[in-house]
């Protein structure tokens, strides 16, 4: 006898398979790119052809048997590239931006403001804007450009560009960031070959006042060499232009270069993981966020150096009291593995309920890590969230609310909900 199922996409149930009683099964779409078919209360994450093949052998006996060993764990991206994005305007050592200025004093302005709302911060930009008009008529050169700084920090991109354009032939700040909005469509049309052209500029500028520049335009360069995005694709260039814009690690030169270069060599084929922890190192002495979660998960499974479970916690844990939520989804998996249930249900239940929309743009604007590392970060925390709510483990069991969560891991990221269910179902986790 055979039991039919439904799979839900949005509030509407449409049968799609029979299949055994004996491995009672439900099967939720997300989107049209994938499949969870629960199997025996346990997920399998599939793509729709996958499971059109499996509904035409008539059933899901052998799916079990035929799932891959597990990746080991680590650093790889589970993908074939990693998912950059651009070095933000260095600070020029003669001056700060508005804005920047204005984060400093915050904690003054919020003691200060009164009941008119006079230290809002729509009030203070437009302070900001009217005394930089004053600056502006005044003769001010520096002026032009900071308005334009303080358009792109506020997200007014179209008028931004139109600033940074009208100043380009005379300020090479401008001429920078044109190269990210170009590259990136920021404010325009993605322009790759125009945003290349522009760091190009920058690299080779003999100018001494384009000289703070230079490390962080290398390292754009570089990633567009990487992509093949507006240039041909170069993974010797772009290693090239990374180290130089790394420069041994001088903590004036592009960070960011650093901790790409970290990432780089551990997930390269082969890898160097020597060179990996080196540069993640490098990186983290200089405050990279992103760098110090990498670190903590090279001391906790011996890449590139000793295992070292105490300084894997410390930097694993630093870095997700500073907001690194690939570190923190790590921890969510060593409290598990642990059996610190307790705390894994609380930790992993506040990781795993950030909101995908709005929190993974935001949490990459304010930490500089990448967008794809903090949706794992999410997607792990969701996955054990899910597996502690199935069994009752550090919490009361409830089998509905951990499908949510499941599936949440899914649609965050389904390779690494694959990977960990395949450790499930290996009796790993």
Known sequence: MALQRYCCQGRTRVPVANLPLAIWTSVYQLEKNICVIWIAGLPLVMDPKAFQELKKAGGAESVLEDCAEPAQPGLNTRGNRMQLTSEKLPEDPLYTSLSQDAARNYSFFQCTKDKTDRYSHASLVDQA???????????????????????????????????????????????????????????????????????????????????????????????????????????????????????????KAS???????????????????????????????????????????????????????????????????????????????YYYNMKFFTKCVAFSKRVADYDEEQDIPTIAQVTDCLPEFISRGMAMASFYHARCLQLGLGTTKDEATAKQYYSKACHLDPALADELHSLLIHQRI
């Open 129 to 251: 804007l009217q005394l930089l008009k004053e600056r502006i008529v005044r003769g001010d050169a520096m002026a032009y450009f900071l308005r334009g700084q303080l358009y792109f920090e506020e997200g007014w991109y179209e008028e931004a560009l139109e600033q940074f354009e009208e100043i380009k032939d005379h300020d090479h700040q401008a001429i920078y960031q044109l190269g990210v909005m170009y590259y990136d469509g920021l404010g325009t049309a993605v322009k790759a070959e125009k945003g290349v052209e522009y760091m190009k500029k920058i690299v080779d500028s003999p100018c001494p006042k384009a000289r703070h520049l230079q490390f962080a335009a290398a390292y754009n360069l570089g990633r567009a060499y990487y992509e093949g995005k507006g240039i041909h694709r170069s993974i010797e260039d772009a290693e090239r232009l990374w180290l130089f814009a790394a420069d041994n690690g001088n903590p």
């Open 255 to 333: 960070v960011k270069a650093q901790s790409i270069l970290g990432l780089y060599y551990s997930t390269k084929e082969p890898k160097e993981l020597e060179k990996a922890f080196y540069w993640h190192s490098e990186a983290c002495g200089n405050g990279n966020l992103e760098s110090q979660g990498a670190l903590g998960l090279m001391y906790l499974y011996g890449h590139g150096i000793h295992q070292d479970t105490e300084a894997a916690l410390y930097c694993l844990r630093e870095a997700a009291e500073r907001g690194n939520v690939y570190a923190q989804g790590n921890l969510v998996e």
